[in-house]
């Protein structure tokens, strides 16, 4: 074989080549860093710090429509902007703008009279901040505690024709003073729930007078912080001594009567002979409220229009309404250190961390803070309807919602099964961070995860736990754990780079709503139905935004998008009607329902199931 020679430098050259591949070949090529090593930038001293602020007296509560809300979200929207997230709200900005109701004034046109006899506003009566504005002159009606309760064999309206007439009721519940009495756990109480039965059975308006067992008649005191939901009907609470004379005038003794109904449970209802004139002139007051939102562009120029979202509601109850589980401390701050501004200052957190790292991600995240939440996920639900990214190309959606108080090492996580990759995922990742789980499957929940999984979207809900100090004052900041809230944003941001990184698209899986059973005598949340409603309040009728598959409502046809307006012949205007009339019933009852679907009207008979 010819030998074939090379010059020396060739030679040189070629071995110089090899020894450099070599060597390079060494090198091991540069690997996106893990992402626990992002975790030891989290700082207990700074979320703290984020929550005290958020939580302070200066924010007074951070309720819905108030400036301080303002203040919180200007403030939110600053740390975005410092940190250079993109706006990603209306026009560019950081906010995007929705309108709430956040309350209901009595106008001038307010007015009582019984038996040509004028009562003075605000002195002798005020009117319900549910009321809506109308006018009437009609009959006076005694319908007694003003309750209907089929499952109690009890009805105030048995004996009497409301039909066009204005009822006068008691409030409170019959055999109030006894342990054992069958009204101690129902519903049937409430200014809402009699003003609601009233209106079905035909009345024009209903005025309320305390019951005797009750030296103070808190005119005024009891309704503060009311549900403010126009329910159709005009409704008063009045002053007992204005309208005692009306049954002196007819030979009747009130306080024989009402000891008679709770002796034996039988009505004692009847028509008094005057009329009554009633008019209620409700202003409710809008506001503009804003969710705060802010985003990362993804590396990777194939996945960054899929997205990721982060969120968490910055509202809470101002200076306490409704939803105070403290009312007699309404009037006081209701912190929301806990609820929600634990969760706000992770999101915070988060962006801050995402920010610095944002080169490592391939999709693109949404941080969001939401208002609205504590008046019905308003927020949420306005984002989830008008988004401001393709909610088709949206992954899942993680929500933190009071992850300030952990005890234990112990986190719930909701949602777990509305993707099949979840609960591996969470299970490996905690490796790293030893919390002890707790996991529901389901997406459903009191709080803006349940919007997103409305649209069926994979949906994680991080929470540390109920409190007794949940919607009261003494929910502070210095309650705060600060460094298991720290533990708690290590999974939800190794959770969220496991979403951003993986190379495939999570599965979304429907789980099924759980069905609470029905609570004591009162029927509870009643039948089983399978709606899940908008909680928005600018339409006439209940929203679904979900109905469950294999529920009464589905296998009857109705859809998500539908308007509920009409329940077994009764008009439906809003959620209270829609409760009241629901619990009414029972598993096995044929119900017809109207709703309006694209304008036009579907109506369908719909049977009822037992919750288990």
Same mark, same amino acid.
């Given at each position: 074989?010819?030998?074939?020679?090379?010059?020396?430098?060739?030679?040189?050259?070629?071995?110089?080549?090899? $020894?450099?591949?070599?060597?390079?070949?060494?090198?091991?090529?540069?690997?996106?860093?893990?992402?626990?090593?992002?975790?030891?930038? &989290?700082?207990?001293?700074?979320?703290?710090?984020?929550?005290?602020?958020?939580?302070?007296?200066?924010?007074?509560?951070?309720?819905?429509?108030?400036?301080?809300?303002?203040?919180?979200?200007?403030?939110?929207? @600053?740390?975005?902007?410092?940190?250079?997230?993109?706006?990603?709200?209306?026009?560019?900005?950081?906010?995007?703008?929705?309108?709430?109701?956040?309350?209901?004034?009595?106008?001038?046109?307010?007015?009582?009279?019984?038996?040509?006899?004028?009562?003075?506003?605000?002195?002798?009566?005020?009117?319900?901040?549910?009321?809506?504005?109308?006018?009437?002159?009609?009959?006076?009606?005694?319908?007694?505690?003003?309750?209907?309760?089929?499952?109690?064999? /009890?009805?105030?309206?048995?004996?009497?024709?409301?039909?066009?007439?204005?009822?006068?009721?008691?409030?409170?519940?019959?055999?109030?003073?006894?342990?054992?009495?069958?009204?101690?756990?129902?519903?049937?109480?409430?200014? $809402?729930?009699?003003?609601?039965?009233?209106?079905?059975?035909?009345?024009?308006?209903?005025?309320?007078i305390t019951d005797l067992n009750h030296e103070d008649e808190e005119v005024g005191g009891a309704t503060r912080g009311a549900d403010t939901d126009d329910l159709g009907i005009p409704a008063v609470h009045a002053k007992r001594a204005p309208l005692l004379k009306l049954f002196v005038d007819a030979g009747k003794d009130l306080g024989m009567i009402q000891k008679k109904i709770d002796t034996n449970l039988q009505p004692?209802?009847?028509?008094?002979?005057?009329?009554?004139?009633?008019?209620?002139?409700?202003?409710?007051?809008?506001?503009?409220?804003?969710?705060?939102?802010?985003?990362?562009?993804?590396?990777?120029?194939?996945?960054?229009?899929?997205?990721?979202?982060?969120?968490?509601?910055?509202?809470?109850?101002?200076?306490?309404?409704?939803?105070?589980?403290?009312?007699?401390?309404?009037?006081?701050?209701?912190?929301?250190?806990?609820?929600?501004?634990?969760?706000?200052?992770?999101?915070?957190?988060?962006?801050?961390?995402?920010?610095?790292?944002?080169?490592?991600?391939?999709?693109?995240?949404?941080?969001?803070?939401?208002?609205?939440?504590?008046?019905?996920?308003?927020?949420?639900?306005?984002?989830?309807?008008?988004?401001?990214?393709?909610?088709?190309?949206?992954?899942?959606?993680?929500?933190?919602?009071? $992850?300030?108080?952990?005890?234990?090492?112990?986190?719930?996580?909701?949602?777990?099964?509305?993707?099949?990759?979840?609960?591996?995922?969470?299970?490996?990742?905690?490796?790293?961070?030893?919390?002890?789980?707790? /996991?529901?499957?389901?997406? /459903?929940?009191?709080?803006?995860?349940?919007?997103?999984?409305?649209?069926?979207?994979?949906?994680?809900?991080?929470?540390?736990?109920?409190?007794?100090?949940?919607?009261?004052?003494?929910?502070?900041?210095?309650?705060?754990?600060?460094?298991?809230?720290?533990?708690?944003? @290590?999974?939800?941001?190794?959770?969220?780079?496991?979403?951003?990184?993986?190379?495939?698209?999570?599965?979304?899986?429907?789980?099924?709503?759980?069905?609470?059973?029905?609570?004591?005598?009162?029927?509870?949340?009643?039948?089983?139905?399978?709606?899940?409603?908008?909680?928005?309040?600018?339409?006439?009728?209940? &929203?679904?935004?979900?109905?469950?598959?294999?529920?009464?409502?589905?296998?009857?046809?109705?859809?998500?998008?539908?308007?509920?307006?009409?329940?077994?012949?009764?008009?439906?205007?809003?959620?209270?009607?829609?409760?009241?009339?629901?619990?009414?019933?029972?598993?096995?009852?044929?119900?017809?329902?109207?709703?309006?679907?694209? @304008?036009?009207?579907?109506?369908?008979?719909?049977?009822?199931?037992?919750?288990?």
């Amino acid at each position: 074989m010819e030998k074939r020679y090379y010059p020396a430098a060739l030679m040189t050259s070629a071995l110089a080549a090899v $020894i450099t591949l070599s060597f390079y070949s060494l090198i091991p090529v540069p690997q996106k860093p893990p992402a626990t090593d992002a975790l030891r930038e &989290l700082s207990a001293a700074r979320y703290l710090e984020q929550v005290k602020y958020l939580a302070s007296d200066d924010m007074k509560g951070r309720g819905d429509g108030s400036p301080e809300l303002d203040k919180a979200a200007d403030y939110i929207a @600053s740390q975005f902007r410092l940190w250079g997230l993109r706006p990603m709200g209306d026009s560019n900005s950081y906010f995007q703008d929705f309108e709430i109701t956040t309350g209901a004034l009595a106008g001038p046109k307010t007015e009582l009279q019984v038996n040509r006899t004028s009562l003075k506003v605000n002195q002798d009566f005020v009117p319900l901040p549910f009321s809506n504005t109308a006018v009437f002159d009609g009959p006076l009606v005694f319908a007694g505690y003003g309750i209907t309760a089929p499952e109690l064999q /009890y009805d105030d309206y048995q004996t009497i024709d409301a039909t066009g007439a204005i009822v006068l009721v008691l409030r409170h519940q019959p055999q109030e003073t006894q342990d054992r009495s069958p009204f101690n756990s129902s519903q049937h109480n409430t200014f $809402i729930n009699k003003a609601i039965n009233a209106k079905q059975h035909g009345a024009r308006g209903i005025i309320f007078i305390t019951d005797l067992n009750h030296e103070d008649e808190e005119v005024g005191g009891a309704t503060r912080g009311a549900d403010t939901d126009d329910l159709g009907i005009p409704a008063v609470h009045a002053k007992r001594a204005p309208l005692l004379k009306l049954f002196v005038d007819a030979g009747k003794d009130l306080g024989m009567i009402q000891k008679k109904i709770d002796t034996n449970l039988q009505p004692q209802s009847f028509e008094l002979p005057v009329r009554a004139h009633i008019a209620t002139d409700i202003v409710r007051t809008r506001k503009t409220v804003k969710n705060v939102v802010a985003g990362i562009t993804g590396s990777d120029p194939a996945l960054q229009n899929e997205w990721v979202i982060v969120g968490a509601h910055y509202d809470h109850l101002g200076l306490g309404d409704r939803n105070s589980l403290a009312p007699s401390q309404i009037g006081q701050i209701h912190h929301g250190a806990d609820d929600n501004a634990s969760g706000t200052a992770g999101v915070l957190e988060l962006s801050r961390l995402a920010a610095m790292n944002k080169n490592e991600w391939k999709r693109s995240v949404l941080f969001i803070t939401f208002a609205g939440e504590e008046t019905g996920l308003l927020g949420s639900s306005y984002f989830a309807n008008h988004p401001t990214i393709p909610l088709k190309n949206t992954m899942a959606m993680l929500n933190m919602d009071m $992850i300030g108080r952990l005890n234990n090492d112990r986190l719930f996580i909701g949602g777990v099964g509305t993707s099949p990759s979840f609960r591996s995922w969470l299970e490996e990742l905690n490796n790293s961070v030893h919390l002890h789980l707790d /996991y529901s499957d389901s997406g /459903y929940g009191a709080s803006d995860h349940m919007s997103f999984n409305a649209k069926k979207l994979p949906v994680l809900f991080f929470f540390s736990g109920l409190h007794t100090d949940y919607h009261k004052p003494t929910d502070t900041s210095d309650k705060i754990n600060a460094k298991g809230a720290v533990r708690v944003l @290590s999974l939800v941001y190794l959770t969220l780079d496991k979403v951003v990184t993986n190379a495939g698209r999570l599965e979304y899986a429907e789980v099924q709503q759980p069905r609470p059973s029905a609570a004591g005598s009162g029927g509870g949340y009643g039948p089983y139905f399978g709606s899940v409603p908008d909680f928005r309040d600018d339409l006439k009728g209940v &929203l679904f935004a979900d109905v469950q598959n294999n529920s009464p409502a589905a296998k009857a046809g109705l859809k998500q998008g539908d308007l509920l307006v009409e329940f077994d012949g009764k008009p439906i205007e809003n959620l209270n009607d829609f409760t009241y009339s629901l619990r009414s019933k029972k598993p096995g009852d044929v119900v017809s329902i109207v709703v309006k679907r694209n @304008s036009q009207s579907v109506k369908v008979d719909v049977t009822l199931e037992a919750r288990r």
